[in-house]
């Protein structure tokens, strides 16, 4: 199958205080259309300065980033992104938060209403276009902020961290409901979290960072038929690999940055 | 429910409440719900009822003690002594043409003066070099006592309605461009990189997240300006004018009309009162603009 987003030899260097220091080592990987990829390493590792470089907001200091076989180094607007924090802008309303992609675009706002509408229905948000985000909980505010990345419309969504600041409930609730988005629109996600039951639970694909620099140590596929249950979590091929990644994660958190001089 | 003893923990009986250690007739019926609103407007109306007390109260001694002796009427006029001359200022005299003049000097001052300084500071969103460049010399200006160029700028200008203007100007547009300028600095870097994610071209996260990013902060310049607007057109008229309040105020001293002086000095309080009050309402109503704004 041909690959939908592929990078090669992508690493990435910063200086600070005249040193130059690694953030990122070489990173190869090729991602499918339509996979589920988690990536998971200790912070500090360098991914979401590796989404940075996929989502163009910066350019890598060696390698290439290929979509559909097109170099899209540098450029923005070809992927959609989610950061951890929700981003919605305060003054105005999720409805208009979420259109906010397609007003940047030039869609007419009567269009872009009729196409948010029905997803927000949908999805957990009916009733609430009219809110603002102040008025609303943690996990619907990152639920406005995924509709809107799913509205930018791309193939490839980023989402870096989406349900680090939630509660342990909310956030099994928000897996699911991002499965079911997941499972009815087929996009590629790419997913960053330091969470390995997370990782397990949403995954087709696991790539395991190394600590500080990064470098992927590891290549997991989960075979978990989908749809998945909570009840999955607890069995015993989820807690091997669990076991598996838990030590992979402690084993290569030690690694001393480099410098160069 | 027995107490289970599992592998690695236990699961606990609980025990039901024990309801009769409370006598029945000892239970509460009635939820207790605290009126915290109705406390809110008792306190409300007391403070309101004390402050209008305090304020008769002072002007009330200040006639008494005026008329028995307590106080030298020469110096310290009196409230009915105030009125009446102010009445005849009206009537008689150019007190309203002299409000007039000091206060379209300073709205047109506070108006200018706000609109530029905003929009010089940010400008200085759109490069980090401009922005260093320029800052030192914002400080500078802002500590410099701008009071003190008055006779320049007067000399400058004549001692028209424009070198009023001018002062006032002078003396908002620095805290005006330091407002927004600290408004522009807060803006969440990754904002701006959600925005940029989003396809996003310069101007665009300019302005649907800079500028509306970047308005309470210049919203919250507008009070300290609208004074310090005022204060600018009256030293104007202090040094050389033909109208004004503040003329007005320096004639009756150098004829030692003291009366008059505090004819003065209320009419500027009240009007500055006024104009305060003027720009509360703009604050609310921009507020409002950029809070509740469907576009
Ligand atoms: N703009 C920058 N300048 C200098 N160093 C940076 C910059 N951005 C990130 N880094 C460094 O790169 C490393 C990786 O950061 P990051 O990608 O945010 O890690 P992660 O998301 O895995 O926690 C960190 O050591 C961080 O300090
Ligand atoms: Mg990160």
């Known amino acids: 199958m041909k690959a939908k987003i592929e990078i090669a030899g992508v690493s990435k260097w910063f200086r600070r205080d005249g040193q130059e220091i690694i953030a990122m080592q070489e990173t190869n990987l090729s991602i499918e259309q339509g996979r589920f990829v988690s990536i998971i390493g200790p912070s500090g590792c360098g991914k979401s300065t590796l989404f940075n470089i996929i989502a163009g907001l910066i350019p890598p200091s060696t390698g290439r980033v290929l979509a559909d076989g097109e170099d899209i180094v540098g450029k923005t607007g070809y992927v959609g992104y989610m ?10 309303t999720i409805l208009d938060n979420i259109i906010l992609g397609m007003e940047i675009r030039g869609v007419p706002r009567k269009e872009a209403v009729a196409r948010a509408q029905p997803l927000m229905d949908r999805y957990g948000l009916k009733g609430f276009g009219g809110h603002y985000p102040a008025e609303l909980s943690g996990g619907m505010r990152q639920r406005a902020a995924l509709l809107r990345t799913l509205l930018y419309d791309r193939d490839i969504i980023l989402l870096d961290e989406p349900f680090g600041a939630l509660d342990a409930q909310t956030r099994l609730t928000m897996q699911n409901w991002l499965l079911e988005i997941w499972e009815d629109f087929r996009k590629t996600v790419l997913f960053v979290t330091h969470d390995i039951d997370e990782a397990i639970y949403l995954s087709d694909d696991i790539y395991v ?51 160069i001089s | 429910m027995e107490s289970v003893q ?54 009330l001694c ?29 009537t008689q005299g150019t007190l309203l043409e002299d409000i007039a003049y000091t206060s379209s000097s300073t709205i047109l001052g506070f108006i200018g003066g706000t609109l530029i300084g905003s929009l010089l500071g940010l400008s200085f969103w759109w490069s980090r070099r401009f922005a260093g460049i320029s800052e ?11 009071l003190a160029l008055a006779p320049v700028l007067v000399i400058l200008l004549g001692i028209g309605f424009f070198s009023k203007v001018a002062l006032a100007f002078a003396m908002t547009v620095v805290v005006a461009a330091l407002s927004a300028h600290s408004g522009v600095q807060s803006v969440d870097k990754d904002m701006e990189k959600l925005m940029y994610s989003l396809g996003a071209k310069r101007h665009q996260v300019f302005t649907k997240v800079v500028i509306p990013w970047a ?28 109208h004004g309040i503040g003329r007005m105020v320096i004639y009756a001293g150098t004829i030692l009309d003291i009366n008059l002086v505090w004819v003065g000095v209320v ?20 507020s409002k603009g950029y809070g509740m704004k469907k576009a």
């Open chain 2, 6 to 59: 599992k592998k690695g923990y236990v699961i606990h009986k609980l025990e039901p409440a024990p309801i009769h250690s409370v006598k029945p007739e000892k239970m509460q019926k009635e939820p207790v719900i605290v009126d915290e609103e109705g406390a809110r407007r008792r306190t409300q109306r007391i403070v309101g009822i004390g402050r209008l007390t305090v304020g008769l109260l002072i002007v």
């Open chain 1, 83 to 92: 950061l951890q924090k929700d981003m919605l802008l305060p003054w105005r």
């Open chain 2, 136 to 146: 030192p010399f914002l400080i500078l200006l802002n500590a410099m006592p701008k």
């Open chain 1, 209 to 259: 960072f190394s600590g500080r620099p990064g470098r992927i140590i590891s290549k997991i596929s989960v075979d978990m038929p989908r749809p998945r249950h909570k009840e999955d979590t607890v069995s015993a091929s989820f807690m091997e690999l669990k076991a598996h990644l838990l030590d992979l994660l402690s084993g290569g958190g030690e690694e001393p940055a480099a410098h």
């Open chain 2, 215 to 242: 308005m309470p902060w210049m919203i919250s310049s507008l009070r300290i300006n609208i004074a310090l607007s005022l204060a600018g057109a009256i030293v104007g008229e202090f040094i050389a004018s033909s």
């Open chain 2, 62 to 90: 200040w006639e008494l003690f005026t008329r028995i002796g307590w106080m030298d009427s020469y110096y310290w006029s009196s409230p009915v002594r105030i009125l009446s001359t102010t009445w005849t200022q009206v």
């Open chain 2, 267 to 286: 009419v500027l309080s009240v009007l500055s009162m006024v104009m305060y009050a003027g720009v509360v309402l703009l604050e609310k109503w921009l």
